[in-house]
T-cell receptor, first 113, second 113 residues
Framework: AQSVSQHNHHVILSEAASLELGCNYS??????LFWYVQYPGQHLQLLLK??????LVKGIKGFEAEFIKSKFSFNLRKPSVQWSDTAEYFC???????????FGQGTTLQVKP | GAVVSQHPSWVICKSGTSVKIECRSL??????MFWYRQFPKQSLMLMAT?????????EQGVEKDKFLINHASLTLSTLTVTSAHPEDSSFYIC?????????FGSGTRLTVV
């Protein structure tokens, strides 16, 4: 079955530290990849997405992610986090033959000021 | 940008009663909407795919007679939790698929007492 795995469940960082959140998926075919953020009390918002082309994708708020097809990975990165980045982060995969989004378990990021 | 309005944001109901949750795409048409359920500290689990004018497609393990979905127009889908029980208490999120991708509602916290 298709699945998405986020390795880090809870990450605590100090401001200005670098961030990398892991995401791996299991699906042999073509996929679209997404990272969403959910700030406390708010709805899910799209950070970035990959459909095709350059595997290094830049999103909003200084986030980027790299699609490594051979590793079935789509890790999220940010060189310097801010306190306002405290939120829940979800990786999601959409197999190309369906409209369904399959979500990872989510990673809670806590940034200490 | 695309906005999805989900109501109510929270609801408390007695066991045995039914609760209806609405999901509206405010500024775009959505032929497809998705309903998710999110348990604390866990991922969004897709419950069903709602297609305008046709029957919803339920994921394995989701009772279609318990979670009634109606998608009567291109901007409105409803989820009715029938004969609710405490184990149905959860966070329900809808998502609408439009030209610009997926837009999520802010979610509904259902508590069954």
């Amino acid at each position: 079955a298709q699945s998405v795995s986020q390795h880090n469940h809870h990450v605590i960082l100090s401001e200005a530290a670098s961030l990398e959140l892991g995401c791996n998926y299991s699906y042999g075919g073509t996929v679209n990849l997404f990272w969403y953020v959910q700030y406390p009390g708010q709805h899910l918002q799209l950070l970035l997405k990959y459909f095709s082309g350059d595997p290094l994708v830049k999103g909003i708020k200084g986030f980027e992610a790299e699609f490594i097809k051979s590793k079935f990975s789509f890790n999220l990165r940010k060189p310097s986090v801010q306190w306002s980045d405290t939120a829940e982060y979800f990786c999601a995969v959409k197999p190309s033959n369906t409209g369904k989004l399959i979500f990872g378990q989510g990673t809670t990021l806590q940034v200490k000021p | 940008g695309a906005v999805v309005s989900q109501h109510p944001s929270w609801v408390i109901c007695k066991s045995g009663t039914s609760v209806k949750i609405e999901c509206r795409s405010l500024d775009f048409q959505a032929t497809t909407m998705f309903w998710y359920r999110q348990f604390p500290k866990q991922s969004l689990m897709l419950m069903a795919t709602s297609n305008e004018g046709s029957k919803a497609t339920y994921e394995q393990g989701v009772e279609k007679d318990k979670f009634l979905i109606n998608h009567a127009s291109l901007t409105l889908s409803t989820l009715t939790v029938t004969s609710a029980h405490p184990e149905d208490s959860s966070f329900y999120i809808c998502s609408a698929q439009g030209e610009n991708g997926y837009t999520f509602g802010s979610g509904t916290r259902l508590t069954v007492v």
